[in-house]
C-alpha cells in the first residue's frame, strides 16, 4: 500500500473512532475518566498485536519514545476538549469546523516547515478537500459562537495541529511498534493527570469500570487500527498531502453519528462527501 491507500484507510477508521466519542456525554459520563480508559484499553490492544505478530513488547518499554509522550499529552487534551464540545454540539458540526482550520494549518507547516512539495493539481484537491469539509457544517445556529464553544475549538485546533506535526516526527524517527505503544500509555498517563485535575472531588469514580470499558473497547480498537495506517502512511507520505485527506474522517463520523446518536446528514453534507472523494482522486493522479 502506499501512502495515499493508508491515509484513505485511517480516514475511515478514524472517522468511525470519533463518531464514538460522544458516547460519554450522551450517556452523562465524564469525558475525562473515558479518556484515561480508552487510551488505556488502546496501549493493551497495542501489546497484545505485539506479541501476536512475534515482537516482544519489552523491546517496546525498554527505551521511552519522547515523541510518542509528547504526542500522548496533545492527544489526551484534544480528546477531552472534543468530548466536551460534544456535549453541546452535534458530530457533524462539530468537526468540520474544527478539522477544516486545523488541517490548513497543518498543510501550511509541511509546505514552509518541512518544505515539502505539492504540485498544482494536487494542490487544487487539496483545496477541494479542505473547502467541502468546511462547508460540510450545520445549519444556522448548530455550531454556536459563544465564548466556551470558541475556546474549546481553539483548544483543539492547537493541540490537534501540534500532535501531528509531532507525529510526522516520530514517523520518521521511530518505529511504528515503539512508537504506537508509547504514544497510547502517553495519553492515558496525561488522561489520568487530566482527570485528577478537573475531577477531583470524583476521582474515586473512575474506578467505575462498568460504565466506561464499552465505548472505550470500540474507541480504542479503531483508534488502534486507524493510527497504524496513518502512521504508515506519514512514514510514506508528505504530512500536508496525508492531511489533506485526514479532514474527511468527519464525513465518516457525521455518517455514523447518524446512525449511533440519530444525528442529521442532510443531502448536501453527503454532496459534500463526493465533492471531497473528487479531491482525493485529484490527489492521487497529482
Known amino acids: 500500500m502506499n501512502w495515499l491507500s493508508y491515509s484513505i484507510a485511517s480516514t475511515i477508521l478514524l472517522g468511525i473512532s470519533m463518531s464514538l466519542y460522544k458516547m460519554p456525554s450522551f450517556k452523562g459520563y465524564s469525558s475525562f475518566f473515558s479518556t484515561f480508559w480508552t487510551n488505556l484499553f488502546s496501549a493493551f ?28 499529552g496533545f492527544f489526551a487534551i484534544n480528546m477531552v476538549l472534543q468530548k466536551i464540545l460534544l456535549q453541546n454540539v452535534e458530530t457533524n458540526s462539530a468537526y468540520p469546523v474544527t478539522s477544516s482550520i486545523g488541517s490548513v494549518v497543518t498543510v501550511l507547516i509541511g509546505i514552509t516547515v518541512l518544505s ?14 479542505l473547502l467541502s469539509v468546511f462547508l460540510f457544517t450545520r445549519k444556522t ?5 459563544d465564548q466556551k464553544t470558541i475556546l474549546l475549538s481553539l483548544g483543539i485546533i492547537v493541540s490537534s495541529t501540534a500532535s501531528k506535526y509531532i507525529q510526522k516526527l516520530g514517523a520518521v524517527n521511530d518505529s511504528v511498534s515503539h512508537f504506537m505503544l508509547w504514544q497510547y500509555l502517553g495519553a492515558a498517563l496525561f488522561g489520568l493527570l487530566i482527570a485528577y485535575i478537573f475531577e477531583k472531588e470524583k476521582f474515586v469514580n473512575i474506578t467505575h469500570l462498568d460504565k466506561y ?27 500536508s498531502g496525508v492531511y489533506a485527506i485526514h479532514p474527511a474522517y468527519t464525513f465518516i463520523a457525521g455518517i455514523f453519528g447518524l446512525i449511533f446518536f440519530k444525528e442529521k446528514l442532510t443531502k448536501k453534507k453527503i454532496l459534500l462527501a463526493f465533492l471531497s472523494f473528487v479531491g482525493i482522486v485529484l490527489l492521487k493522479i497529482g
Open 141 to 145: 445556529g448548530s455550531f454556536p459562537l
Open 213 to 239: 470499558w464499552k465505548g472505550s473497547v470500540l474507541i480504542g480498537l479503531f483508534s488502534v487500527a486507524g493510527g497504524y495506517a496513518i502512521f504508515k502512511a506519514l512514514s510514506f507520505g508528505p504530512l
Open 45 to 72: 490492544f497495542v501489546l497484545i498485536a505485539l506479541v501476536l505478530f512475534g515482537q516482544s513488547y519489552l523491546s517496546g518499554l525498554s527505551t521511552i519514545s519522547w515523541y510518542a509522550i509528547v504526542w500522548g
Open 116 to 129: 515539502e512539495h505539492v504540485s498544482i493539481i494536487q494542490t487544487a484537491g487539496i483545496a477541494i478537500i
